[in-house]
């Protein structure tokens, strides 16, 4: 059985290969280690960015971009990432990887589209405005992150966006989108030799200037914050959490475990149970867990009538607490860990979320990971782990709080 290959070209571009069998389809990506955090200077540039990519190269005008490939796209992957990916038949991989390589590198940001591009990205602001369970999160991430890079929304602001001009675009190009900075990830029916001869191709005659990445700020000095705003809106929506573990941390598989127990997409998790399905207060509660390079942040979000917010936060705070006083028994922690790893191996049946996977690792510095490494390291852990890190993160001293009262 072939696991990951990975392999550096000349010019310092990494290649994560991961060879499929039975299969017709190649799923392929390029991920560059650049994203909102990067732009403090200008709040929303690398999502316009990530939306000029496909707007048109040296050669090529955006219909042609369109109507190269049926399946293309691009992402922002919390706000450190930018993905550029595809998927096609893999008799067109060369014909996939080429357009890629010229939209990752040659992208030529023309004035015209950017000036429609602004509308198109205003338009999606003013609807995030609009959707208080989306917007809640990012206030959120603002008020625990202010004044750090990691505190303004991936959209920006109306204001940052038309302060955004092509030489800014493609000063970003230049900083970030150098090929020691980015991954080609793949998996494909393919020999490995065959994709390295394709990249080696497509990249061997582009001009790349000196790399220097500008060093992250790193996050530190945390400090709880409260805030309670009125909305318009019918429900009432709350979110509550505390600073976490970053994506290299140790503690970091312990924690995924915690907050699939906690309130994951089973509906078997605890807040779910707790809330949802023995008072039904409200229809959507869950937590989460994101990681980033030098922090990590955790939360719990739930959507309620007014008349049972107050309940509801109190139930959430009593599940929080639950943890950090009782430590899971042995068939307790089993079904938890038997669950995490099933949504694990399922995720992994899809190709294309584990060539997006390897990229994002790569591009962090992580090592790439097999299931059976990842399913192991599941089992190594405790009850007593489980319980510290409730006791560490669940301190409700440390712990932020907003919500939106209508």
Same mark, same amino acid.
């Given at each position: 059985?072939?696991?990951?290959?990975?392999?550096?070209?000349?010019?310092?571009?990494?290649?994560?290969?991961?060879?499929?069998?039975?299969?017709?389809?190649?799923?392929?990506?390029?991920?560059?280690?650049?994203?909102?955090?990067?732009?403090?200077?200008?709040?929303?540039?690398?999502?316009?960015?990530?939306?000029?990519?496909?707007?048109?190269?040296? =050669?090529?005008?955006? &219909?042609? @971009?369109?109507?190269? !490939?049926?399946?293309?796209?691009?992402?922002?992957? *919390?706000?450190?990432? %930018?993905?550029?990916?595809?998927?096609?038949?893999?008799?067109?991989?060369?014909?996939?990887?080429?357009?890629?390589?010229?939209?990752?590198?040659?992208?030529?940001?023309?004035?015209?589209?950017?000036?429609?591009?602004?509308?198109?990205?205003?338009?999606?602001?003013?609807?995030?405005?609009?959707?208080?369970?989306?917007?809640?999160?990012?206030?959120?991430?603002?008020?625990?992150?202010?004044?750090?890079?990691?505190?303004?929304?991936?959209?920006?602001?109306?204001?940052?966006?038309?302060?955004?001009?092509?030489?800014?675009?493609?000063?970003?190009?230049?900083?970030?989108?150098?090929? =020691?900075?980015?991954? &080609?990830? @793949?998996?494909?029916? !393919?020999?490995?030799?065959?994709?390295?001869?394709? *990249?080696?191709?497509? %990249?061997?005659?582009?001009?790349?200037?000196?790399?220097?990445?500008?060093?992250?700020?790193?996050?530190?000095?945390?400090?709880?914050?409260?805030?309670?705003?009125?909305?318009?809106?019918?429900?009432?929506?709350?979110?509550?959490?505390?600073?976490?573990?970053?994506?290299?941390?140790?503690?970091?598989?312990?924690?995924?475990?915690?907050?699939?127990?906690?309130?994951?997409?089973?509906?078997?998790?605890?807040?779910?149970?707790?809330?949802?399905?023995?008072?039904?207060?409200?229809?959507?509660?869950?937590?989460?867990?994101?990681?980033?390079?030098?922090?990590?942040?955790?939360?719990?979000?739930?959507?309620?009538?007014?008349?049972?917010?107050?309940?509801?936060?109190?139930?959430?705070?009593?599940?929080?607490?639950?943890?950090?006083?009782?430590?899971?028994?042995?068939?307790?922690?089993?079904?938890?860990?038997?669950?995490?790893?099933?949504?694990?191996?399922?995720?992994?049946?899809?190709?294309?979320?584990?060539?997006?996977?390897?990229?994002?690792?790569?591009?962090?510095?992580?090592?790439?990971?097999?299931?059976?490494?990842?399913?192991?390291?599941?089992?190594?852990?405790?009850?007593?782990?489980?319980?510290?890190?409730?006791?560490?993160?669940?301190?409700?001293?440390?712990?932020?709080?907003?919500?939106?009262?209508?």
């Amino acid at each position: 059985m072939i696991d990951f290959q990975i392999h550096t070209l000349k010019n310092g571009l990494r290649i994560a290969y991961k060879q499929a069998f039975n299969t017709a389809v190649t799923h392929i990506g390029y991920t560059i280690n650049g994203g909102a955090r990067d732009d403090a200077a200008l709040p929303g540039i690398a999502h316009c960015f990530e939306h000029m990519l496909f707007k048109g190269t040296q =050669k090529r005008n955006a &219909l042609n @971009i369109i109507n190269r !490939l049926e399946v293309v796209g691009g992402e922002m992957n *919390a706000k450190e990432i %930018t993905v550029l990916y595809a998927s096609v038949v893999s008799e067109y991989t060369e014909r996939a990887l080429d357009l890629l390589t010229d939209l990752t590198f040659n992208s030529a940001f023309p004035e015209k589209e950017l000036v429609k591009e602004k509308k198109v990205i205003t338009e999606e602001i003013n609807m995030y405005l609009d959707t208080p369970e989306e917007n809640i999160y990012d206030e959120f991430q603002e008020m625990v992150f202010k004044g750090h890079a990691l505190a303004p929304n991936i959209l920006g602001t109306i204001e940052s966006l038309n302060q955004i001009e092509t030489s800014d675009l493609k000063k970003f190009h230049q900083v970030y989108y150098h090929p =020691k900075n980015v991954v &080609l990830s @793949i998996s494909a029916p !393919l020999p490995f030799e065959q994709i390295i001869y394709w *990249a080696e191709k497509y %990249t061997e005659s582009i001009s790349f200037k000196s790399f220097k990445l500008t060093e992250r700020q790193l996050f530190k000095n945390y400090r709880a914050k409260h805030k309670t705003k009125e909305t318009e809106h019918v429900q009432c929506h709350a979110i509550m959490g505390n600073t976490c573990f970053k994506h290299s941390s140790k503690e970091r598989f312990p924690m995924m475990l915690l907050n699939n127990l906690l309130g994951g997409p089973g509906m078997n998790s605890r807040l779910t149970l707790a809330i949802r399905e023995k008072h039904g207060y409200t229809y959507n509660v869950e937590s989460g867990y994101s990681a980033f390079s030098d922090t990590g942040l955790f939360h719990c979000y739930l959507s309620t009538d007014k008349k049972y917010l107050d309940k509801s936060v109190a139930l959430v705070y009593k599940e929080l607490q639950k943890l950090k006083d009782k430590k899971l028994s042995t068939l307790q922690l089993h079904q938890a860990k038997t669950q995490l790893k099933g949504q694990i191996v399922l995720a992994e049946e899809s190709r294309m979320n584990l060539m997006l996977l390897m990229g994002k690792s790569l591009a962090q510095g992580q090592e790439l990971e097999t299931l059976p490494e990842v399913l192991h390291k599941l089992d190594l852990i405790t009850s007593d782990e489980i319980q510290n890190i409730a006791n560490k993160i669940f301190n409700f001293d440390k712990m932020s709080y907003l919500a939106y009262v209508s």
